[in-house]
């Protein structure tokens, strides 16, 4: 028999090799500090925790229930919120939960366009499909890459959604809530704004504040721009008329246990309190520099020749940018030879591509979150788009340029903006 435990390890320590040479660029991605790690791995992640701290239903949660206690308090501290449910185990569990804790079958939401960068979880064909309801998704304003705020009125008007979700997985600009809250309070629709990719910079204070203007329901993954463990969120500041605030956050209760998790997964939530700790002190300056590179390499890239989106917007207010590669043959070959040079980046429709394009679509996303993460500034981005424009432009042998991105990444890979700050990011557990 293959000796399995040899192969896995071989093939983790090649991991861990591939992302120390190269540059980790998915927006949705991020790297934990070595104090969240520690927790990675420890008994919680063997044990049953169902149900709420001093609630529970099997013994042996005393000190699990201290965690989750404090795990909730520093979400509730960190996004300034009475109320905040850290179980979910991902973005899309989070979702779920509000769908089936908020709203039932048939009944009305509208939501962000998948076609335009929106997530699955808000498609028909993703959660709120499978939970039944009629979706209307809002109109979509193409040169600003955001929602089109008077065509969006009259669709909540008309329409009259008792679910109003927003937020976006190819997340450029803030979301108009403000613009579109008189609208929503006449409908008296329950806003609901779906945080997962800019968690981080909205908990560092740098992007839009959803709860300040107008939201009652916030979910996000946790480890997007929040740079914890892969897990989800669910906060809540209810203001809608639409529902009395303690039947709000029952009904958000009840939607995670039993609606759509039994037990959670502890030893992450242990991470998760780490991070929340960290980003309580490190948060803003993490997040004012994340986006001060997005800029600065849409503004890189764009001097190179890239045709980067919203270029009369400075390209970005967040961590994301998305660059049109059409001309340049498409995305497909283009991802491949960026791996190939040890950067790691996706393909992504753009909003006028045609379904039947999904296998060589227009855009490639990239996000600046974990490049800064690792103490990258302005002055790498640059640096960084030179290797895009000698894979995508200059047609340079890939194998030659990753041999100078691997040179480049030496300096970049240890884990900042966290305590302990300074430790290798790739090497934290010897592999067997
Ligand atoms: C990534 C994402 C999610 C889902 O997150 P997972 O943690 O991967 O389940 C939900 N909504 C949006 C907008 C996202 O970008």
Same mark, same amino acid.
């Given at each position: 028999?293959?000796?399995?435990?040899?192969?896995?390890?071989?093939?983790?320590?090649?991991?861990?090799?591939?992302?120390?040479?190269?540059?980790?660029?998915?927006?949705?991605?991020?790297?934990?500090?070595?104090?969240?790690?520690?927790?990675?791995?420890?008994?919680?992640?063997?044990?049953?925790?169902?149900? %709420?701290?001093?609630?529970?239903? #099997?013994?042996?949660?005393? #000190?699990?229930?201290?965690?989750?206690?404090?795990?909730?308090? %520093? =979400?509730?501290?960190?996004?300034?919120?009475?109320?905040?449910?850290?179980?979910?185990?991902?973005?899309?569990? =989070?979702?779920?939960?509000?769908? &089936?804790?908020?709203?039932?079958? +048939?009944?009305?939401? +509208?939501?962000?366009?998948?076609?335009?960068?929106?997530?699955?979880?808000?498609?028909? &064909?993703?959660?709120?499909?499978?939970?039944?309801?009629?979706?209307?998704?809002?109109?979509?304003?193409?040169?600003?890459?955001?929602?089109?705020? @008077?065509?969006?009125?009259?669709?909540?008007?008309?329409?009259?959604?008792?679910?109003?979700?927003?937020?976006?997985?190819?997340?450029?600009?803030?979301?108009?809530?403000?613009?579109?809250?008189?609208?929503?309070?006449?409908?008296?629709?329950?806003?609901?704004?779906?945080?997962? /990719?800019?968690? !981080?910079?909205?908990?560092?204070?740098? &992007?839009?504040?959803?709860?300040?203007? !107008?939201? @009652?329901?916030?979910?996000?993954? +946790? /480890?997007?721009? %929040?740079? !914890?463990?892969?897990?989800?969120?669910?906060?809540?500041?209810?203001?809608?008329?639409?529902?009395?605030?303690?039947?709000?956050?029952?009904?958000?209760?009840?939607?995670?246990?039993?609606?759509?998790?039994?037990? /959670?997964?502890?030893?992450?939530?242990? =991470?998760? =309190?780490?991070?929340?700790?960290? $980003?309580?002190?490190?948060?803003?300056?993490?997040?004012?520099?994340?986006?001060?590179?997005?800029?600065?390499?849409?503004?890189?890239? /764009?001097?190179? !020749?890239?045709?980067?989106?919203?270029? $009369?917007?400075?390209?970005?207010?967040? $961590? +994301?940018?998305?660059?049109?590669?059409?001309?340049?043959?498409?995305?497909?070959?283009?991802?491949?030879?960026?791996?190939?040079?040890?950067?790691?980046?996706?393909?992504?429709?753009?909003?006028?591509?045609?379904?039947?394009?999904?296998?060589?679509?227009?855009?490639?996303?990239?996000?600046?979150?974990?490049?800064?993460?690792?103490?990258?500034?302005?002055?790498?981005?640059?640096?960084?788009?030179?290797?895009?424009?000698?894979?995508?432009?200059?047609?340079? @042998?890939?194998?030659?340029?990753?041999?100078?991105?691997? @040179?480049?990444?030496?300096?970049?890979?240890?884990?900042?903006?966290?305590?302990?700050?300074?430790?290798?990011?790739?090497?934290? &557990?010897?592999?067997?």
């Amino acid at each position: 028999m293959e000796d399995v435990p040899n192969f896995i390890n071989e093939m983790v320590r090649q991991h861990h090799q591939l992302f120390e040479n190269g540059l980790p660029m998915i927006a949705s991605e991020n790297v934990l500090s070595p104090a969240a790690r520690k927790f990675m791995v420890c008994d919680f992640m063997d044990r049953y925790a169902e149900g %709420l701290p001093g609630e529970r239903y #099997y013994q042996g949660n005393k #000190y699990v229930d201290e965690v989750e206690i404090k795990c909730n308090e %520093l =979400a509730k501290e960190l996004f300034k919120v009475p109320y905040a449910d850290v179980r979910p185990i991902s973005g899309t569990n =989070a979702n779920q939960a509000v769908l &089936f804790g908020m709203i039932k079958p +048939t009944r009305t939401i +509208t939501v962000p366009d998948v076609s335009a960068g929106a997530h699955i979880s808000s498609a028909e &064909f993703g959660s709120v499909g499978f939970r039944g309801l009629r979706d209307y998704s809002y109109p979509w304003d193409l040169e600003n890459m955001n929602i089109d705020v @008077d065509e969006s009125i009259k669709l909540i008007r008309n329409k009259r959604p008792e679910l109003a979700l927003f937020g976006m997985s190819v997340f450029l600009f803030p979301t108009p809530i403000k613009e579109l809250m008189d609208a929503l309070m006449e409908v008296e629709a329950i806003v609901w704004y779906d945080g997962a /990719h800019v968690l !981080g910079l909205i908990g560092g204070g740098q &992007f839009q504040d959803p709860f300040r203007e !107008g939201v @009652d329901i916030m979910t996000g993954s +946790t /480890h997007k721009t %929040l740079p !914890g463990p892969q897990r989800g969120i669910i906060l809540c500041e209810p203001k809608s008329k639409g529902m009395k605030p303690e039947k709000m956050m029952r009904k958000l209760n009840f939607g995670v246990f039993p609606g759509v998790l039994s037990n /959670h997964h502890l030893h992450t939530m242990a =991470a998760l =309190a780490i991070t929340l700790a960290e $980003h309580l002190k490190f948060g803003e300056a993490y997040a004012k520099q994340v986006i001060k590179n997005a800029k600065a390499l849409g503004q890189a890239l /764009h001097e190179r !020749g890239f045709k980067v989106l919203c270029e $009369h917007l400075n390209f970005t207010e967040s $961590h +994301t940018i998305a660059m049109d590669v059409k001309p340049l043959g498409g995305a497909a070959q283009l991802v491949i030879d960026l791996e190939t040079a040890y950067i790691i980046t996706n393909k992504n429709l753009l909003p006028w591509d045609h379904v039947d394009d999904a296998l060589n679509p227009s855009g490639i996303r990239l996000g600046s979150q974990e490049l800064t993460r690792l103490g990258m500034k302005e002055s790498e981005m640059d640096e960084v788009a030179e290797f895009f424009k000698r894979i995508c432009i200059d047609k340079e @042998d890939p194998k030659k340029v990753g041999a100078d991105v691997k @040179d480049f990444k030496k300096n970049f890979n240890t884990v900042q903006y966290c305590f302990g700050a300074g430790t290798p990011a790739y090497k934290m &557990f010897e592999v067997i």
